[in-house]
Each structure stands twice: as structure tokens, then as C-alpha cells.
């Protein structure tokens, strides 16, 4: 990854796409109250991120990733797998996505595959950043981006779309919810 400054003038350089479409997260919980304060709570730390004012929401692109994401396993979830959770259909629209699923993206930035996909957490364990929270909150910072597209490490050839939830315009909003729930959950 490239250092701080370099980092920054990467991304400046970068052009940016639209994303909108539909998008996956399995929030444990099985009542509207619980699933709304897991979901905010979600927003909070991982792989971008680590606990700053920065809030990413991390989805995916399908169901059966969402399922592995959850369970952070890289088998197919069964339904026993995801009892006590609930699996959320929600609605993305995303004007400027840093697409880090283009390997000519990840090369300007500095960074790979390995690298997106690596391990991060024995890196917080030791009072660190992990390469893709520096990255992920540069690209917030920088003020150029809505949504992170990355790798998904569990399913490789799948990518997560990593939504900064107080940076797009139109809410992400969780639909198609189950029966007891209403009508819409915003983030």
C-alpha cells in the first residue's frame, strides 16, 4: 500500500464509477429493534474501518456471500447456520464507488489482492491499522468517494460493496423485510 501522502494524491487521480443495485447483510437478531441496533452497530469497525467517526456498512452482492460474511466461513451457510439472524435485501445507490475489484485500480493505489484479502485483525490485536482501514478511511477523508467495491476474501471472483453511510445521498434502506418488521429499516 502506498504511504499517507502518495496514498492520497492516488486517489485524487482516480475516476470514479455509479453503483446501484441490490445488496445483501445478515445483521444478527431476529426482532426490528434488534436488527436495527445490530445494524448500526455493524457500521462501527472492520476490515475498512476501525472504530472512528467513520461509519461503512459492509454488504454483499448475493445471498449465499452475505451468509459466509456473517459466519465468517467460507462454506456455503445452511439455514441452521444463520438461525438467530436475519438476512436483509437492501437498496444501494452509490454515485462515486472506488472499485477495487479493477486490478489497475489496485495498482495505482498500490496494493493487491493478497493484500485486500489478508488477514487484519492480528494487526488491530496489536494496536495497529491494517493496510485496507488506512485505506479505507483515506478514501472517506478524501471526500471523493460513497462506496468502497472490494474483493471479498471468503468467496474469491466476488467483491462487497462497503457503503459510507453518511456520505450518500439517498439512504440505504433495508426492504422486503419480514413479517412483524416495517415496512423500511434505514441505516
Given at each position: 500500500?502506498?504511504?499517507?501522502?502518495e496514498l492520497?494524491?492516488?486517489?485524487?487521480?482516480?475516476?470514479?464509477?455509479?453503483?446501484?443495485?441490490?445488496?445483501?447483510r445478515c445483521v444478527k437478531g431476529v426482532t426490528a429493534d434488534e436488527v436495527q441496533k445490530n445494524l448500526c452497530n455493524l457500521t462501527k469497525a472492520g476490515?475498512?474501518?476501525r472504530g472512528?467517526?467513520?461509519r461503512v456498512l459492509y454488504t454483499s452482492h448475493g445471498w449465499e456471500?452475505?451468509?459466509?460474511?456473517?459466519?465468517?466461513?467460507?462454506?456455503p451457510p445452511t439455514p441452521a447456520d444463520l438461525r438467530g439472524a436475519t438476512c436483509l435485501s437492501l437498496w444501494v445507490k452509490a454515485e462515486r464507488v472506488l472499485d477495487l475489484t479493477d486490478a489497475g485500480v489496485r495498482e495505482q493505489v498500490g496494493t493487491s489482492l493478497q493484500e485486500l484479502t489478508g488477514d487484519w485483525q492480528f494487526l488491530n490485536e496489536q494496536g495497529e491499522d491494517a493496510p485496507t482501514q488506512r485505506l479505507g478511511r483515506t478514501a472517506f477523508e478524501s471526500g471523493r468517494f460513497d462506496a468502497v467495491?472490494?474483493?471479498?476474501k471468503l468467496r474469491p471472483g466476488e467483491a462487497n460493496l462497503l457503503v459510507f453511510v453518511d456520505r450518500i445521498g439517498e439512504r440505504v434502506v433495508a426492504t422486503d423485510l419480514p413479517p412483524g418488521f416495517p415496512e423500511r429499516l434505514e441505516v
Amino acid at each position: 500500500m502506498l504511504r499517507d501522502t502518495e496514498l492520497r494524491e492516488a486517489l485524487a487521480a482516480l475516476s470514479t464509477g455509479a453503483w446501484e443495485g441490490q445488496v445483501f447483510r445478515c445483521v444478527k437478531g431476529v426482532t426490528a429493534d434488534e436488527v436495527q441496533k445490530n445494524l448500526c452497530n455493524l457500521t462501527k469497525a472492520g476490515r475498512y474501518s476501525r472504530g472512528e467517526d467513520l461509519r461503512v456498512l459492509y454488504t454483499s452482492h448475493g445471498w449465499e456471500v452475505a451468509g459466509m460474511e456473517f459466519r465468517q466461513s467460507p462454506t456455503p451457510p445452511t439455514p441452521a447456520d444463520l438461525r438467530g439472524a436475519t438476512c436483509l435485501s437492501l437498496w444501494v445507490k452509490a454515485e462515486r464507488v472506488l472499485d477495487l475489484t479493477d486490478a489497475g485500480v489496485r495498482e495505482q493505489v498500490g496494493t493487491s489482492l493478497q493484500e485486500l484479502t489478508g488477514d487484519w485483525q492480528f494487526l488491530n490485536e496489536q494496536g495497529e491499522d491494517a493496510p485496507t482501514q488506512r485505506l479505507g478511511r483515506t478514501a472517506f477523508e478524501s471526500g471523493r468517494f460513497d462506496a468502497v467495491r472490494a474483493p471479498s476474501k471468503l468467496r474469491p471472483g466476488e467483491a462487497n460493496l462497503l457503503v459510507f453511510v453518511d456520505r450518500i445521498g439517498e439512504r440505504v434502506v433495508a426492504t422486503d423485510l419480514p413479517p412483524g418488521f416495517p415496512e423500511r429499516l434505514e441505516v
